[in-house]
């Protein structure tokens, strides 16, 4: 039975055209699903919200505001970053650190699963039906290697092409990371020129209480933003920057991997006990139907398919030669004054 239905499950994703990797959107909205696509967002925002209550637990948390601080240091740090990068690099920078949190990436087991059942497909109908899937597809990254694939490229051109991919994609995520560490370098300098306006300032008003009270928290909370700033988001953003990177170059190579093994001819049972390698033991599930099981399927359900077109065609002969027969021409009868009479 177990048998059975794995084979069935197979056969389904034959007949459907392979096209797991479409299945993105959730029919009926699942607030549980929502809640864990977005469990880091929520869970960034718990610890922000226990952060800032515990400036507030002893105290007024307007003491902890300081506006000519925050100007010192957001401006100081902002107006060093456009100085060593362009501004067309932050705006990369920006794109990527908001679709690390909004875009949700492919997990290994299930781009292995894809790859499984491309082979599949190949094997039964050719590496040119993998052109459906190609345009389908939206894991970029996928779509050229299917694309390599069907226009013919040979193993070798295919790695050359996608290492070269995958090399450029890590040299451009590894300087949007660095504007992030550049950030958070910079960010506590700017802390401390805070701290040394504010003790000018209040050098300059010995004797008066008034200046000392005004200046002295200007000295203080410029260090503390300089800190927060840079321990609290520019760091962790470089992190999750990097994190994002290694992930997706995780699924680069799996991609890349199967593709030449598809190109090579590999049996789909080969292809699978070597993407999963990849794999961490507890993702290794599933176990792929043999491929002579899965053809027998596939021409049985091929030969349904053509007794049903045969069965059509011969309904429709009937059809037609009903009609032909209740649409006879009527009989010519010329009459004595030489008109004619149709019967």
């Given at each position: 039975?177990?048998?059975?239905k794995?084979?069935?499950?197979?056969?389904?994703?034959?007949?459907?055209?392979?096209?797991?990797?479409?299945?993105?959107?959730?029919k009926?909205?699942?607030?549980?699903?929502?809640i864990?696509?977005?469990?880091?967002?929520i869970?960034?925002?718990?610890?922000?919200?226990?952060?800032?209550?515990?400036?507030?637990?002893?105290?007024?948390?307007g003491l902890?505001?300081?506006l000519?601080a925050?100007?010192?240091?957001l401006?100081?740090?902002?107006?060093?970053?456009?100085?060593?990068?362009?501004m067309?690099?932050?705006?990369?920078?920006f794109k990527?650190i908001?679709?690390s949190?909004?875009?949700?990436?492919?997990?290994?087991?299930?781009?292995?699963?894809?790859?499984?059942?491309?082979?599949?497909?190949?094997k039964?109908?050719?590496?040119?039906?993998?052109q459906?899937?190609?345009?389908?597809?939206?894991?970029?990254?996928?779509?050229?290697?299917?694309?390599?694939?069907?226009?013919g490229?040979?193993?070798?051109?295919?790695?050359?092409?996608?290492t070269?991919?995958?090399?450029f994609?890590?040299q451009?995520?590894?300087?949007?990371?660095?504007v992030?560490?550049?950030?958070?370098n910079?960010?506590?300098?700017?802390?401390?020129?805070?701290?040394?306006v504010?003790?000018?300032?209040?050098?300059?008003?010995?004797?008066d209480?008034?200046?000392?009270?005004?200046?002295?928290p200007?000295?203080?909370?410029?260090?503390?933003y300089g800190?927060?700033l840079?321990?609290?988001?520019?760091?962790?953003?470089?992190?999750?920057i990097?994190?994002?990177?290694?992930?997706?170059?995780l699924?680069?190579?799996?991609?890349?991997?199967?593709?030449?093994?598809i190109?090579?001819?590999?049996?789909?049972?080969?292809?699978?006990?070597k993407?999963?390698?990849f794999?961490?033991?507890?993702?290794r599930?599933?176990?792929?139907v043999?491929l002579?099981?899965?053809?027998?399927?596939?021409?049985?359900q091929?030969?349904?398919?053509?007794?049903?077109?045969?069965?059509?065609?011969?309904?429709?002969?009937?059809?037609?030669?009903?009609e032909?027969?209740?649409?006879?021409?009527?009989?010519?009868?010329?009459?004595?004054?030489?008109?004619?009479v149709?019967?």
């Amino acid at each position: 039975m177990e048998e059975d239905k794995i084979e069935d499950t197979e056969m389904e994703n034959i007949e459907s055209g392979i096209n797991k990797s479409t299945e993105t959107k959730t029919k009926w909205f699942n607030p549980f699903l929502w809640i864990f696509n977005r469990r880091n967002i929520i869970g960034v925002g718990l610890c922000c919200a226990i952060f800032f209550a515990g400036f507030a637990i002893h105290g007024n948390i307007g003491l902890y505001f300081n506006l000519s601080a925050i100007l010192i240091v957001l401006g100081g740090t902002f107006g060093a970053t456009l100085i060593c990068f362009r501004m067309n690099r932050l705006v990369i920078v920006f794109k990527v650190i908001t679709s690390s949190f909004k875009r949700p990436l492919k997990k290994p087991d299930e781009i292995v699963e894809i790859l499984i059942d491309l082979s599949i497909k190949s094997k039964l109908q050719g590496v040119l039906s993998l052109q459906d899937d190609e345009e389908e597809t939206i894991v970029v990254f996928l779509r050229q290697a299917l694309g390599f694939l069907v226009d013919g490229y040979t193993p070798k051109e295919i790695r050359e092409c996608l290492t070269s991919e995958m090399y450029f994609f890590r040299q451009r995520r590894e300087e949007s990371e660095r504007v992030f560490t550049t950030m958070a370098n910079i960010c506590p300098s700017f802390g401390l020129v805070g701290s040394v306006v504010g003790l000018i300032s209040m050098l300059t008003g010995i004797g008066d209480t008034t200046v000392i009270l005004a200046t002295v928290p200007v000295a203080l909370t410029s260090t503390l933003y300089g800190i927060i700033l840079s321990n609290f988001f520019f760091m962790p953003f470089a992190a999750n920057i990097r994190e994002c990177t290694d992930q997706e170059l995780l699924l680069q190579k799996i991609i890349m991997e199967g593709t030449i093994a598809i190109a090579s001819d590999y049996h789909p049972s080969i292809l699978e006990r070597k993407l999963k390698s990849f794999l961490t033991p507890s993702a290794r599930t599933g176990r792929l139907v043999s491929l002579e099981k899965i053809r027998e399927m596939f021409e049985k359900q091929s030969r349904l398919t053509e007794d049903e077109v045969g069965l059509n065609n011969v309904q429709a002969e009937v059809a037609e030669t009903a009609e032909g027969k209740t649409a006879e021409p009527a009989s010519e009868i010329p009459t004595s004054d030489g008109k004619k009479v149709f019967l």
